[in-house]
Each structure stands twice: as C-alpha cells, then as structure tokens.
C-alpha cells in the first residue's frame, strides 16, 4: 500500500486524510517542550552511563530509555492505575537496572 497525503484512516474524530491530519496540527502549533528537570535527569543518566564505559551512542539510548519509563510510571501513579508501593518498587528496579544502584 502507498502513503501518501490523501490515505485515510481512522483519527479520534473519525475518518480523516493524512493531509488534513497535519492540517490540524499546524493550526494547533504544537510545539514541543521539555521541562528543565527533565532535560537534568536525562543529563545526569547520559553522564553516568559515559563514566561507566557506554559508548555516547548507547549512553544516549540508556539515558532516554531511563527517563521514559520513569515518566510513565510517574504518570501511571499520578493517574491512579498503580500505588506507591508499585511506584517506588518500580522506580527501586529502574535504578538497579539503570544506575547499577540499590
């Protein structure tokens, strides 16, 4: 099948064209932001994974994959789909894997 910019599929609203997709979100502007302790965690793991022999590359990846699973479990026990104890046993596992820390 070939993409183009008339392909239709099914959006929240509804059938929609893929051109009138990114219509839509032209008019919205969406712009992409990232809060500063955001950007500090990523930093801090990035910097971590260097000094402990991860390539830049791998670090990066490390360092992504850290903070996106700690933002959905922060975000799963802001919503109330997990509890705390899921939260921080979570949070324990991420830094254990991730830090090589207890």
């Known amino acids: 099948m070939k993409i183009t910019l008339d392909t239709k599929f099914m959006g929240s609203s509804g059938m929609?064209?893929?051109r009138d997709?990114?219509?839509?979100?032209?008019a919205q502007d969406l712009a992409c932001t990232v809060a500063g302790d955001k950007v500090g965690a990523k930093a801090r793991m990035?910097?971590?994974?260097?000094?402990?022999?991860f390539t830049p590359l791998r670090s990066e990846i490390m360092a992504a994959?850290?903070?996106?699973e700690r933002d959905a479990v922060t975000e799963s026990?802001?919503?109330?789909?997990?509890?705390r104890?899921?939260?921080?046993?979570?949070?324990?596992?991420l830094s254990r894997r991730f830090l090589g820390s207890t």
């Open 16 to 18: 929609i064209t893929l």
């Open 21 to 26: 997709a990114v219509g839509q979100l032209k």
């Open 46 to 53: 990035f910097a971590e994974c260097v000094e402990r022999g």
């Open 65 to 68: 994959c850290y903070v996106a």
């Open 77 to 83: 026990f802001e919503r109330g789909l997990i509890t």
């Open 85 to 93: 104890g899921e939260l921080e046993q979570t949070q324990l596992a």
